[in-house]
């Protein structure tokens, strides 16, 4: 049985090559190693994923949970799942297989994985992270688990050309509430993970494969509808940025954006960085090539912004999940370089592994000290995002 690989740089290849791979094995990240970072650094930041990976697994709760919720405790998996820690090497796998039991515990009748019923609770994105999980943990007891809430997902995007969402996914299920980047680029990321689930050849099932083509395409659509770039998106708050700093980057949602100016009446959407990164990745994932103008505008934004001091756009607020988009997107790209726009040679896999060390905490955990917007006052989802951005940086030189 022949599978797609569909992972970070596995799928660039095929991307950037424009021909698909197969192999026996299931969807791993496969990362290009980093000549850049030497040795010692090397050795510094397998220290410092290891401190983190036992302050996760002295923090699980007796019901396999973190935070006792699924979306928490799938993020925290993929981190644990992807370190590769040889130290304490049974622990880490037996954290993992509790994570795992606890998350089957919310798949609900009609696909979705989530806490069904809660107040406030959100089944598309906690679908997603929890598919994204059990896609990279590959257990083949939960291939119909997979593919139920795959196509949960894909039944959750909104299909309608006249609405302004088209292509989207948000919070709720479709026709629930409003899509928006967030949600969307984590169901794409689920979608890609998996998308080897609909062109099993034994399964001669090509409706599937059709209709996630389709929505490939109609997720373009609401991307580009997300991004300032007046060549391919004619919204009005695109032809009234006249900020060529502006030019290239993604706001949340086609008439918001968290890093948004407003002057009395009067609100002008501004892009900012972790919404930037999800955007590139998502367009990658999405099969853009890498010189469609969408693509090739979404980094030079990248190139005017360079920085992992903060969310650019936002300051400290939602400082780690900007970088997490930001390593996936440049892992994704496969260049090890950046030369931003004032002609400096950015070695970006160091600098987010020194970043990432430099505010690691002496339990091994990460928190964002500035700002708990978006949950960052939570110590064990900040450390998920900052383990993910690490083994991103990292790639094979953790196998």
């Known amino acids: ?128 992270v929890s598919l994204a999980f059990l896609a990279l943990h590959n257990d083949p007891n939960d291939e119909t688990v997979m593919r139920n809430a795959r196509k949960y997902l894909l039944g959750s995007q909104v299909n309608d050309p006249k609405n302004p969402f088209h292509g989207g996914i948000g919070y709720g299920s479709a026709g629930e509430g409003r899509p928006d980047l967030s949600n969307t680029q984590w169901a794409l990321e689920a979608l890609y993970l998996t998308e080897h689930l609909d062109k ?43 900020d060529e700093a502006e030019k290239g980057g993604f706001i949340y949602k086609p008439d918001e954006s968290k890093a948004s100016d407003k002057i009395g009446d ?38 005017k912004h360079y920085t992992l001091d903060e969310n650019p756009g936002m300051g400290s607020e939602g400082h780690f999940y900007y970088i997490q988009t930001f390593s996936k997107a440049y892992s994704l790209l496969g260049e090890d370089m950046i030369k931003t726009d004032d002609g400096q040679e950015k070695a970006w896999r160091v600098d987010l592994v020194k970043k990432l060390l430099s505010l690691q905490k002496g339990k091994g955990e990460w928190v964002n000290e500035k700002s708990g917007r978006w949950m960052e006052c939570i110590p064990e989802l900040v450390t998920a995002y900052a383990l993910l951005s690490l083994e991103a940086a990292m790639g094979t030189m953790l196998n």
Request: proline residues 6%.
């Open 266 to 303: 009067k609100e002008s959407l501004r892009t900012y960085g972790s919404m930037t990164y999800a955007g590139l990745k998502s367009m990658i994932y999405a099969k853009l090539d890498k010189n469609d103008p969408r693509v090739r505008a979404a980094v030079e934004w990248g190139k």
């Open 1 to 128: 049985m022949k599978k797609i690989i569909a992972m970070f740089l596995v799928g660039l290849v095929s991307w950037i090559n424009s021909e698909s791979l197969f192999s026996e094995e299931a969807p791993k990240p496969l990362p290009t190693p980093s000549e850049a970072i030497d040795e010692s650094l090397k050795r510094e930041a397998i220290a410092g994923i290891q401190r983190a990976v036992n302050f996760l697994t002295d923090n699980q709760k007796p019901d396999g949970s973190w935070c006792n919720h699924p979306a928490i405790t799938a993020l925290v998996c993929m981190a644990i799942e992807n370190s590769h820690s040889k130290e304490n090497s049974e622990i880490r796998k037996s954290a993992v297989e509790k994570g795992r039991e606890y998350i089957l515990k919310f798949v609900q009748p009609d696909g979705s994985i989530w806490m069904a019923g809660k107040e406030k609770e959100y089944p598309n994105y906690t679908t997603a």
């Open 200 to 242: 099993e050849p034994f399964l001669n099932n090509p409706e599937d494969a059709k209709k996630a083509d389709l929505a490939w395409k109609n997720a373009v659509m609401f991307l580009s509808k997300l991004q300032n770039l007046p060549e391919s998106n004619d919204s009005v708050w695109v032809l009234k940025s006249k």
